[in-house]
């Protein structure tokens, strides 16, 4: 489903995954023990989660010990640019109710469209374009209230 | 992608929505009533209430704009209370929907917070509960049913649409216990939740269950189509038309009787003023005709009790609900 | 006979001019709605809603406009699966498996054709069935107990390992995983908090729409963050419809079956059209064997899913309209819609008002025929969207979808969700792990769980109930066999690999 055409046997992956959901499978299998069974509940809510975490989690040992295919793990470039997108959508996401939709949304849009690589010159107008068609769409063509600006009405 | 969208949905969108736009762009300051939160996903008593008040105050021209319908379902009401009590608790334009099964809950402490944590504005109407089976069942009186109930306490699966030890149950339970039944044998009956009432009947009538104990409103059709067969309403007095003619519990010697109130509460920290100003409303609109009306239509008495005597009422119903699940045993 | 004259009724009421203009509307809005990430047909629905009211519009009219949006957004769900990778809805999302290959390989405009005859077909064989067996199948549908659900989920879960071409472990793995994170929230029969760790917003359970846009949505966003700047502003071909609507053709069986498994599965209440399309795909994936090239582009991995989910959305108007009980989210919605209308659907809707419910049925067809009609230019304006440079695009759908979500709850809360699910779809798809059977642990894992609990209170404990009816053995017979096809295909290929 990707487009990632280099695979490489890249065992190590798939042992860390493995090894991080069987943590997952026994710390959601011990949690769910505390779930007391309801009033006349013949099956208590604890009883379903455990059930699948069984699975879970001796498909996650299988996978660490018989590792399938990986794809190729990002370079250092890349990488920066994933976590730079992941920090400007996290900050969007914290400053999107106190500061209000229209500056977030603006700032946000420009500094992404950097990212994806425009340079300033593209990034500015078009930054300025999306954030502002994004508002029409949903405040007004939808008609979802989105968060003011403080002390202001749009 | 976006501009081609703007171009094409204004022209039917803006004139609907420059209304809600203006609101929304208010000051706030005593503001009508504008949205109504559903505790349940579309379709139960919970949505029922918000959207047919919501409906109704606007025509009747209580509130400006039309009054939105939020549907929050979770934990039988528990996820909209925890969220108007960590959000929202002083927005004087919420009403969230309720009933004895909202109440149900908090008396069994299965809310984040007791009932000081809101503020109870007004009952509107009361649903009533029905004993109902499939119209093939075997069971033709309540007495054949609860006798088998009594002399073999698993041998009947009851469902409803609360979870084992809710309002639905309780009532089922109550009748069981007036039949006879000893204490200790009751966590020898099978009680099977599900997402409604209607979801209860339709299993029942696809023969997985074999009675349901809900709400009259939620399923009269099923009732009018003549699908299941009501063994007894849980009223004092025998129903208004249409449903004249099913027999009361009280009628066939068990002294059981169980309502189901629909109203509604708003945030704690809403002021006097405001809360003041809402009771007003709901009671404006409990007084009107097309209310009467609507609640007919749906199965529903209409009864009022508003700001501090339904407070009141709801601290009182609270105990009651305690004590009587103390003493089946849903709560030690 | 009485039906047939109901239905020309339906069809004169719904051929009038005002109502043909609402179902325009309704399917245009609706494709645009459906085809923005993490809006689907729900949200659709619900913001047309006080539009409709608004206008004051006659429920017979109002109704014909909410069900065009509904269809519309069905049909806008897969223009962005097939394009961009990114399902607009849940039930789309198996359409990206086969539909984002073709349109990688320049065949994106003969995937939306296609796509658009097989919903067509799907929705006309569903409208049908609607028509002809109502009454019939809703007495088969009360036969699906508690058990019955169980097993017709263990059946989906059997056959997961055949989603997508990677391996049985890592499929299993990402189904495991998905019905775990489904469990996490209040659960209602006991009010008791599963794994929220005090956090209120986990209460109602994680958002299959927050968790979908982040595993696709996002995680596309950060793959195409590694690509060749160079080959990345390249921008695709997509082609012309027409070529799509022909092979349609040749695809037949394929639509044929899909509409069945789809439609059957939406009149199952509790089932619904991500089931639908689920099974349809699984199914002819099965069908074909080794003979197909499911995953990779192959036609047919497009039209029976999209087939299979407008049949399902077709079947689910069945339990909703003659029980009251809505099978999916959509029909929930328009559940609410019909009751604040003073509309209240149950055994005597089709008696009482037999207007509305054959208006509606008219309206269904008219609706489809014209999604049909309209795809022709919206695949040309699709085409010219796709022409913008991967610097503007990639950050107008990250946008979009950002919004969007946010706009289900007004929550900040879902967007650092949707941002987590989003790494854990990329650290996923670095993996070779499938991201669908995750979505789907979400979205069935409730209905799973609590239909093995209410079967077990039925039984007073005792766990052969699950088994202990024809319907219950006869799927699982079925799974088993599924499973064991799906084992044997595995390794043929695995053969042929070495």
């Known amino acids: 489903m990707s487009d990632e055409t280099s695979v490489e046997p890249a065992a190590r992956g798939d042992r860390i995954a493995g090894a991080v959901l069987v943590v997952l499978a026994l710390g959601a299998w011990w949690h769910a023990q ?24 001796l498909l996650a040992l299988y996978l660490m010990i018989r590792p399938g295919i990986n794809h190729r793990w990002p370079s250092g470039a890349s ?25 977030t949304t603006l700032v946000t849009a420009v500094l992404l469209l950097r990212l ?21 769409l949903f405040e007004f063509a939808l008609g979802i209230p989105l968060p003011d600006m403080p002390g202001l009405g749009v | 992608m976006s501009t081609q969208l703007t171009k094409i949905i204004p022209r039917l969108g803006a004139s609907a929505l420059l209304g809600l736009g203006l609101v929304v762009s208010l000051p706030s300051q005593a503001l009508p009533i504008d949205e109504c939160i559903a505790p349940a996903a ?44 960590s959000k929202r608790p002083d927005d004087s334009n919420l009403i969230v929907a309720t009933s004895t099964v909202g109440v149900t809950q ?56 609360s ?59 099923f009732i009018e189509s003549g699908d299941v067969r009501v063994l007894a309403v849980l009223s004092e007095e025998p129903l208004p038309e249409p449903f004249e003619e099913l027999p009361t519990a009280v009628a066939q010697g068990y002294d059981v009787t169980g309502y189901n109130w629909r109203g509604f509460y708003t945030g704690g920290e809403v002021s006097d003023d405001d809360y003041n100003a809402m009771v007003d409303t709901l009671k404006s609109l409990y007084d009107s005709e097309e209310w009467k009306e609507v609640a007919a239509q749906n199965g529903l008495v209409p009864l009022w009790r508003g700001g501090e005597e339904f407070s009141d009422f709801v601290r009182q119903s609270i105990e009651d609900v305690e004590d009587i699940s103390r003493e089946i045993g849903v709560i030690q | 006979m009485d039906v047939l004259d109901f239905l020309v009724h339906g069809f004169a009421v719904a ?124 007495k088969v549908a009360i036969r699906f107990g508690p058990a019955e659900y169980f097993a017709l989920f263990v059946l989906a879960f059997a056959t997961i390992g055949g989603v997508t071409s990677g391996s049985f472990t890592k499929s299993f793995i990402a189904a495991a995983l998905g019905l775990l994170l489904g469990t996490v929230g209040i659960d209602p029969a006991t009010s008791v908090a599963r794994y929220t760790f005090g956090w209120y917003e986990l209460y109602d359970g994680i958002d ?165 009609v309209l795809n022709i230019p919206l695949v040309g304006l699709f085409a010219k969207m796709l022409q913008a440079p991967a610097w503007f695009l990639m950050p107008m759908v990250t946008l979009v979808a950002f919004v969007g979500i946010f706009s289900l709850n007004n929550s900040a809360f879902d967007l650092y969700m949707m941002l987590a699910f989003g790494v854990l779809g990329y650290l996923l798809r670095k993996l070779d792990i499938p991201t669908v059977p995750v979505v789907l642990g979400l979205l069935l894992g409730g209905q799973m769980e609590f239909n093995l609990r209410r079967a077990m209170s039925i039984s007073g404990g005792d766990w052969s109930i699950l088994w202990s009816s024809g319907i219950t053995i006869g799927i699982y017979a079925f799974a088993v066999s599924l499973l064991l096809a799906g084992l044997a295909y595995a390794m043929v290929i695995k053969k042929r690999l070495e």
């Open chain 2, 163 to 221: 979870g084992a030890g809710g309002w639905d149950h309780i009532r089922a339970l109550r009748l069981a216990k007036a039949a006879g039944l000893p204490g200790d044998q009751i966590g020898a009956m099978r009680w099977v939740q599900f997402d409604g009432g209607g979801p209860a009947v339709t299993q029942m009538m696809g023969g997985h269950v074999d009675a349901v104990s809900t709400d009259l409103g939620e399923i009269a059709g």
């Open chain 2, 106 to 161: 908090i008396a069994q402490g299965r809310y984040p917070d007791g009932a000081d944590a809101m503020r109870w504005l007004a009952m509107l109407g009361t649903d009533v509960g029905v004993i109902l089976v499939d119209d093939d069942s075997p069971y033709e009186t309540l007495d054949q049913l609860l006798n088998d109930i009594v002399e073999e306490p698993s041998s009947v699966a009851m469902a409803g649409s």
């Open chain 1, 116 to 136: 994806f690589g425009a340079n300033w010159r593209q990034a500015l107008p078009y930054g300025v374009l999306l954030g502002v068609s994004l508002y029409l």
């Open chain 3, 208 to 372: 299959y729409i927050v968790a979908l846009v982040g595993l696709f949505a996002v995680s596309e966003c950060l793959l195409f963050l590694e690509r060749d700047p160079d080959q990345a502003t390249a921008s695709l071909k997509v082609g012309s419809a027409v070529p799509g609507m022909r092979r349609a053709i040749a695809c037949a069986p394929t639509i044929g079956r899909g509409s069945i498994i789809g439609f059957i599965s939406g009149v199952l209440p509790g089932a619904g059209a991500s089931l639908g399309s689920f099974l349809a795909y699984v199914l002819e994936k099965r069908w074909w064997g080794t003979r197909g090239r499911f995953g990779t582009g192959d036609p047919r991995g497009v039209a029976a899913p999209e087939a299979g989910n407008n049949a399902a959305a077709g079947g689910a108007l069945i339990p909703m309209l003659s029980l009251g009980i809505p099978g999916s989210g959509t029909t929930a919605i328009l559940l609410a819609l019909l009751l604040s209308m003073n509309i209240t659907p149950g055994p005597l809707l089709f008696e009482q008002q037999p207007d509305m419910v054959w208006g509606l049925v008219a309206a269904l067809f008219i609706g489809n025929l014209m999604l049909l």
């Open chain 1, 79 to 103: 990488l920066c640019r994933q976590l730079g997108v992941l920090l400007v959508l996290g900050t969007y996401a914290a400053f999107i109710e106190p500061w209000g939709f229209v500056p």
């Open chain 3, 15 to 138: 051929l009038q001019p005002q109502h043909l203009l609402l179902a325009m509307a309704g399917c245009i809005i609706g494709t645009l709605i459906g085809a923005l990430p993490g809006l689907g047909p729900v949200n659709g629905v619900a913001l047309l809603i006080p539009l409709a009211f608004n206008f004051g519009l006659e429920p017979t009219a109002a109704l014909i406009l909410l069900v065009s949006v509904y269809y519309g957004c069905m049909y806008g769900g897969r223009i962005s699966s097939i394009v961009l990778n990114i399902p607009g809805d849940e039930p789309a999302m198996m359409t990206t498996l086969d539909g984002y290959p073709m349109a990688q390989a320049g065949r994106g405009g003969e995937a939306l054709g296609l796509s658009a005859v097989a919903s067509f077909v799907g929705a006309i064989i569903a409208t049908i069935g609607l028509t002809l067996f109502a009454p019939l199948l809703v």
């Open chain 1, 34 to 57: 505390s779930f007391v069974a309801g009033f006349m509940q013949p099956v208590g809510p604890g009883v379903f989660p455990q059930l699948v975490s069984v699975p879970l989690g």
């Open chain 2, 42 to 85: 579309p379709g139960g008593g919970w949505d029922f209430t918000c959207r047919s008040v919501g409906k109704l105050m606007r025509e009747l021209e209580l509130v400006e704009d039309s009054v939105q319908v939020t549907n929050m379902p979770g934990g039988v009401g528990a996820v909209a209370f925890s969220n108007v009590a």
